[in-house]
């Protein structure tokens, strides 16, 4: 009896232990179903909302409005952090503008003392930037707002480097120009007096 009595209790209690055991397996399996369906889920709202731009129209919206401190300003340039502006204006100097409201850093362009521009050309991916003055004068050289870092403390700082001032057209007004280098060799285009065209080489 109670040999018998033994084997029952052992056989009963294993019946609780696969119970459990199969209930616990069953929760883990639907837990893991669920999730996966969860997560698919997440993939598509994820990929809908990214989506969901390319289906609208196009919009502009104006961010903030300043009031420009250069007068007939011919070229102008952000840097990559949006949070100043330079600008080059008839003035033969180049305004450095703080989009925070502060007052902007005037710094001079060399070998233009006297001269007002009247043009402006820039290649894309090249910091080489030309300006035409109505004396007929080109001012080459980099115009650019690089990103230093002081410590932890990111700063940004004009970078305006005089390369060459050439005479191109002396005595006429340049109204439109384009320059382009290509190794010891470059080539500068100018307009003058908005009708003559004038392609210099500089070698």
Same mark, same amino acid.
């Given at each position: 009896?109670?040999?018998?009595?033994?084997?029952?209790?052992?056989?009963?209690?294993?019946?609780?232990?696969?119970?459990?055991?199969?209930?616990?397996?069953?929760?883990?399996?639907?837990?893991?179903?669920?999730?996966?369906?969860?997560?698919?889920?997440?993939?598509?709202?994820?990929?809908?909302?990214?989506?969901?731009?390319?289906?609208?129209?196009?919009?502009?919206?104006?961010?903030?409005?300043?009031? $420009? *401190?250069?007068?007939?300003? /011919?070229?102008? #340039? +952000?840097?990559? =952090?949006?949070?100043? %502006? !330079?600008?080059?204006? &008839? @003035?033969?100097?180049?305004?450095?503008?703080?989009?925070?409201?502060?007052?902007?850093?005037?710094?001079?362009?060399?070998?233009?003392?006297?001269?007002?521009?009247?043009?402006?050309?820039?290649?894309?991916?090249?910091?080489?930037?030309?300006?035409?003055?109505?004396?007929?004068?080109?001012?080459?050289?980099?115009?650019?707002?690089?990103?230093?870092?002081?410590?932890?403390?990111?700063?940004?700082?004009? $970078? *305006?480097?005089?390369?060459? /001032?050439?005479? #191109? +057209?002396?005595? =006429?007004?340049?109204? %439109? !120009?384009?320059?382009? &280098? @290509?190794?010891?060799?470059?080539?500068?285009?100018?307009?003058?007096?908005?009708?003559?065209?004038?392609?210099?080489?500089?070698?």
């Amino acid at each position: 009896m109670s040999t018998t009595a033994t084997l029952g209790g052992a056989a009963s209690a294993y019946r609780r232990r696969v119970h459990v055991a199969d209930r616990l397996a069953r929760w883990v399996i639907s837990a893991s179903g669920l999730s996966i369906i969860c997560a698919v889920l997440g993939i598509g709202v994820f990929l809908f909302l990214e989506v969901l731009p390319l289906l609208r129209g196009a919009r502009l919206s104006t961010a903030a409005a300043y009031e $420009a *401190v250069a007068r007939d300003v /011919v070229f102008i #340039a +952000v840097d990559e =952090h949006q949070e100043q %502006a !330079l600008m080059v204006g &008839e @003035a033969p100097e180049v305004q450095v503008v703080p989009l925070d409201g502060q007052a902007p850093m005037r710094l001079p362009l060399e070998g233009l003392a006297g001269q007002r521009i009247t043009a402006a050309a820039h290649t894309l991916r090249e910091r080489t930037v030309s300006l035409g003055t109505a004396q007929g004068h080109v001012w080459l050289g980099t115009l650019a707002l690089d990103t230093v870092f002081e410590g932890r403390q990111r700063v940004i700082r004009p $970078a *305006v480097t005089t390369e060459a /001032v050439v005479a #191109a +057209v002396p005595g =006429h007004r340049i109204t %439109a !120009l384009g320059y382009r &280098e @290509a190794g010891a060799r470059s080539l500068l285009a100018t307009v003058a007096d908005g009708r003559d065209v004038i392609v210099t080489r500089i070698a």
